[in-house]
Every structure is written in C-alpha cells, then in structure tokens.
C-alpha cells in the first residue's frame, strides 16, 4: 500500500517557484489597421502565440488548424509514457507533426488540437460499447467547436484512423462548408509475420472454450496480433472503409487511405495534405466544392466494389447531411450494389482475404476506380483536395511511378499479384465475388434491415446463390447471455440466434462482434444465423442480419418472438433481395402471410428493457437521432427536426 507520506510529501527542492519570467523580445507584426478594428480576441490569440514560443516576426503568417484523435503519450523513441486506447490513434501525432513542420515551410502558422477516440474492439463485450455510436456524433461537435473556436484558421487539416475518429472527422470537415479542409487518413497496422490477424485473434475465448486452441497458443497470438504499433486493423472493417471512402469522397488525397502506420510513405501524405491545404485555400476552394451529391454517389460506388462495412450506412448518410445534401437511403444501396461489382479480396471477405496493407500496395482506392472508372460507373467531373477532378487524378495514377512500384513490391516481397488482390469484374464474378449489401424485410423487420450478403460463407448458399434457412429461435436479451450459450455449447447448429434490446433504444446500437467472431471462427459457426436490432463490426462475416427496424423496444415486430418460434431467412446475393419472417411455431409450419397476421395478435414480450447500466448520455443520444431520421437517417442530429418536436410538446 502507498503510504499517506509518499502522497503528501514533496522534495524540498520543488518548492523553489518564481513568480516572472524574462519576457520575450520582439515585435508582433500588428498594424494600426489591426489594432482600430480587429477583435481583442485576435490580438490576445497573437501574445499567446508569441508565449506558447512561435517566432513573433513570423506570426503574420496565416493560421491552419491541425486536428486529430490522438491517443497516449510516446517518447521519441516511440516507447509508450501512457497507453492509447488502441493503435490507431496512438501514432497520429507523427502525422501532426509533419503536416505542421510542411505548413511552416510555407510561412503559415500551424496550430494543433485534439479529442481522442475510443476502441471497438476493446469494448467488445463492455458497457463501454453503449458509448461507441453515440461518441461519433459527441466527437463531430467537438470537432466543430474547435474549428470555430480558431476564429483566425484559414483552413484545416483533419488526422484520424478508426471507426468512430474518423467519421466524426469526416462529420466535422463536410460540416466546414466555407473552408478549405483536407483529411488524412492515419493507415494501417501491419500483419504479423506469424500468428492470427486481428479480427481472428478476437474469436479465441469463444475457441478455447470449445478446445479449438490452446491457453499457450491464445496467449502467443493475443501477443503478436498487433505487430506494428500504430495504425487501424488489418482488416477491412469500418476504420479501413472509412478511410477509403474518405478518400473516394475526394476528402482524402489520391492513394492516402490504408497506408501502413509508421512508413515514410504514410508521413509523406500527412507533408502533401499540407501543401494541398495551402493551395486550396489560395485558390478559394472549400468543402462545399468537394463534398457534393456526385461525391456521395462516388463514395457509394467505392464502398460497394471494395464490399465494406454495413457502418458506413450509418456514416456515409451522416457525412451528406453535414453538407447539407440529401442523405442516401437503402433504396439507394441497393440500387449501387446491383449496379456495382466487388472487385476487391480482403479480409474478412475472402475468398483468400488479403491485408490492408496488401490491398494498399495493389494500389488502394484508386486502383479500384480505374476499374470502376473502365466501367463507366463514377462521375469523373467531382472535384478532389488536390484541386483537381477525379478523372484527372486516375489519369495521374494509372501512370505514376509510385503505382509501378507498389505493385510491383507486392509480387516480389510478398509473392503476391496485384490482380488477385483488386480484379477487374470478369476475374471477380469468376472468383465468386458477388455485390456487398442485401437489405432484408418482412414480418420480423418491416422497417428493413442489412447484411453484408456477400460475407456469407459460400458452402452454406445455394448454387442459384440464394442463402435460404429455417430455423428455430433463441431468443436473448444480452450479448453476454449469447456469449455464455456459445461457450457453453448451448447454441447449436441450424438454430437462429435472435438478440433483441440492443438497437438504439436498449444499448446505443452496440456492435456484437463478440458474437459473429465467435462463428465465424468456430467449425460450426456457419450453421447458425443470426437476427438482431444492434448493428455489426466491420469484420464481421456470416448470415448475420442486423439494424432490424423498429427495433424491439420501439414496438418492433422482432420484440414479440419466443423462444422455439420457426424463422425463415432468405438472401439472394445476386438480385440483392432477401427476406426474414416468422413462418412457424414448434411443430406447426404456416408460412409468412400467416406469420404476420399472428405476430399482429401477439403480445410484446413482457422482459423487454433497455439495459439497465445504459448511461443517460446515450439514452439521450437515442432519442435524438430518433427523432432525426434514425438508423436509416444515419443517426444524425437533425437540430431543426430536434426543435420541432420539442415545440409539439
């Protein structure tokens, strides 16, 4: 125990305090212009710059704002002081660091603030995850009072890496529709050179309890999982597809997403977003040029041929209504992935599942628009950071030394083709890709719902390609209750694993990854569906369907399912269509027509209830985004909606 002395005692030394200090010699370059009318908070802001140390002759230059979600505190030698939340956020300042030392270069004056960001995959399983979805709108406004409290910033330069940073980045920065904004993308970690990946190593409770691996063997691969150590995952889960839809939204320099954490190349965007900052605020661009209806539609397009995560259904329409666009529906996702092939193999996708990295080196978002581009599928005319459209930035890359070399080090390091990684759509539908998102409805989802259709395992579809499954219920009201019935051999094969309260309403719209991990990485897993009103990882894979609406709690048909109720789950990956109703009870099979009109009859179940740990920051945040559109509106916060209902009442 730490004695109260070693509390309470202090070296005599410390207590050595001066109350001056030399004051600094020099001149703030002010005019009598500047002191007859600009604000006193602008000349003040101009003695603090001299205090915090900038050299006052140079403080005339102009002001730019480096933002990011920076974690932890490393030494120079990048040893850790304090712990970041997780990797992604934990090498961001280097980033910071460039793109300031690039600014000042360029005479202006560079100014730095953060607000950190949680961890999914460490709030698997936790209350923290209740946090996890709300914290994307909480961290946009912070974003934006930040921008607005530099009245003198001339543009701003936004750093982020992970599933909820960096869409509230991305928030913020289309939000700034009168400056000039660029964002860059934090990367990627990197495989290591033996072991599981990070998704997979998140499944080994749920294996060991099944004796699928060892104690010694969980241990060594928790160790190497993480093997560079800043960056987002391996994978393509949300953090990876927010990036390359940042990217594809011409927020994001060309080739910047999922550059690997740490490499000369990745601190070489972070010094070109600086220069293109500059450039953009010389010629007078601003968001309001760059994030447009036409770049939305691009992003969609991206996000369908790379077969990213189901988040960014949340997120993307987030990002249109803080430009003040209209926001997508699933009409219009649906309408996208029959239009568009997935022309990309990662993790966890497959068929192979490459790294992100690998697909960084194959050539990343841009290589995937060349073939998008041959296809006739982009707007080419919508205009990029760089200051220039698309079409001019493909017609760069598709020439570029730094395509040639990537590539080429892909084949020669890693004995890997570029082709096999980013196809063409020919080789795609040859290798059995098919589109990325289905949106399910029927008697147990009337309002919709989502599944990334093209992860289901494919021994366990059909040859037409049509996943079809009947299956009896298990009903929970906890992801910790599915959990124990996993581990505890209490789920089996063919049954359908049905988790309701826990949409916005029961637990903020938790991801379960917790949940589909264990599946995915167990021998039986592909056997068992599941059905729920919470939302997935990015990684997640399986004949998954979530977001189903209403959600149980807002009297959602799915909150009036009983344990052994027969459900019926069809999905066709190649008409997109799909469908999950109630077609039985026990022995008794009566068909969806039948099962609508008895769920209408049924009661609501009498145990449901949000979670009783659920904070009221979040139950705060639910009400809010549901009277802004919801789950399909992107969770937003649509303050003239938000106002309107409070005047009702």
Not at 69 to 86: F, I, K, S
Not at 269 to 279: D, H, K, N, V, Y
Not at 577 to 595: K, P, T, W, Y
Request: aromatic share 4%; hydrophobic share 40%.
């Amino acid at each position: 125990m730490i004695p109260l002395t070693s509390i309470l005692d202090s070296d005599a030394s410390v207590f050595d305090v001066a109350s001056k200090a030399p004051a600094r010699a020099g001149q703030i370059p002010i005019t009598a212009e500047m002191l007859l009318n600009r604000p006193s908070g602008d000349l003040f802001g101009l003695a603090q710059n001299a205090g915090m140390g900038w050299n006052p002759a140079l403080l005339g230059g102009k002001d730019m704002l480096i933002l990011s979600t920076h974690g932890g505190v490393r030494r120079p030698d990048g040893t850790a002081v304090a712990l970041g939340y997780h990797t992604g956020h934990w090498e961001v300042g280097l980033l910071v660091e460039a793109a300031a030392e690039e600014l000042a270069k360029h005479r202006a004056v560079p100014f730095a603030a953060a607000c950190t960001d949680p961890c999914d995959g460490r709030t698997q399983g936790t209350p923290g995850m209740f946090d996890s979805l709300p914290y994307r709108n909480d961290a946009a406004i912070i974003f934006r009072r930040l921008i607005r409290s530099l009245p003198t910033r001339r543009g701003v330069i936004g750093v982020a890496t992970c599933d909820k940073g960096l869409p509230a980045m991305m928030l913020a920065l289309a939000g700034m529709h009168d400056l000039p904004c660029v964002l860059v993308p934090g990367g990627v970690t990197l495989l290591p050179d033996e072991g599981e990946d990070a998704g997979r190593v998140q499944s080994v409770g749920a294996r060991y309890a099944h004796g699928e691996i060892t104690l010694e063997a969980a241990a060594e691969n928790l160790c190497r999982a993480c093997a560079s150590p800043g960056g987002g995952c391996q994978f393509l889960g949300t953090a990876a597809t927010s990036q390359v839809v940042g990217e594809a939204l011409g927020m994001s320099l060309t080739h910047t997403a999922l550059g690997p954490s740490g490499h000369p190349i990745w601190l070489d965007a972070a010094r070109r977003s600086a220069r293109a900052l500059m450039a953009m605020e010389e010629r007078g661009l601003t968001m309001r040029d760059i994030v447009t209806d036409a770049s939305v539609r691009n992003a969609m397009t991206v996000h369908a041929a790379f077969g990213g995560s189901t988040n960014l259904i949340l997120h993307l329409p987030a990002i249109a209504h803080s430009a003040g666009l209209r926001r997508p529906t699933a009409d219009d996702w649906t309408a996208m992935n029959r239009r568009v092939p997935r022309l990309v193999d990662a993790l966890p996708n497959g068929p192979r599942g490459f790294a992100t990295v690998q697909v960084f080196m194959a050539g990343g978002v841009p290589e995937v628009m060349l073939h998008l581009r041959r296809a006739g599928l982009l707007e080419l005319d919508a205009l990029t950071v760089s200051g220039e459209p698309l079409g001019k930035m493909l017609d760069w890359w598709e020439g570029s030394e730094r395509r040639r070399t990537l590539r080429a080090a892909l084949n020669e390091r890693d004995g890997i083709d570029p082709e096999e990684v980013i196809m063409d759509p020919a080789s795609a539908a040859k290798r059995g890709l098919t589109s990325t998102v289905t949106f399910p409805h029927g008697n147990l989802a009337p309002g919709g719902s989502v599944i990334k259709s093209t992860s289901i395992d494919p021994s366990v579809v059909g040859a037409d390609g049509i996943y079809r499954k009947v299956g009896r219920a298990r009903v929970f009201l906890t992801e910790e209750a599915v959990i124990h019935a996993i581990k505890g051999n209490d789920v089996k094969a063919g049954e359908i694993i049905v988790l309701i309260c826990r949409g916005p309403m029961g637990s903020g719209m938790e991801e379960i990854y917790q949940i589909t991990s264990a599946l995915k990485h167990l021998a039986f897993g592909k056997h068992i569906a599941v059905l729920t009103d919470a939302r997935f990882s990015g990684v997640s894979t399986g004949a998954c369907i979530g977001h189903i609406t209403p959600e149980a709690l807002a009297d959602g048909p799915i909150g009036k399912v009983l344990e052994g109720d027969l459900i019926e789950i069809m999905v066709d990956r190649g008409k997109l269509a799909g469908s999950v109703n109630l077609v039985g009870i026990g022995d008794e099979i009566f068909g969806a027509e039948e099962g609508t009109r008895r769920l209408a009859a049924r009661p609501m179940r009498a145990d449901l209830a949000p979670d009783p740990r659920l904070p009221n920051d979040t139950r705060l945040w639910a009400a809010l985004q549901n009277v802004s559109g919801g789950t399909w509106g992107g969770c937003v916060f649509d303050t003239e909606k938000i106002l309107e209902a409070l005047r009702k009442d």
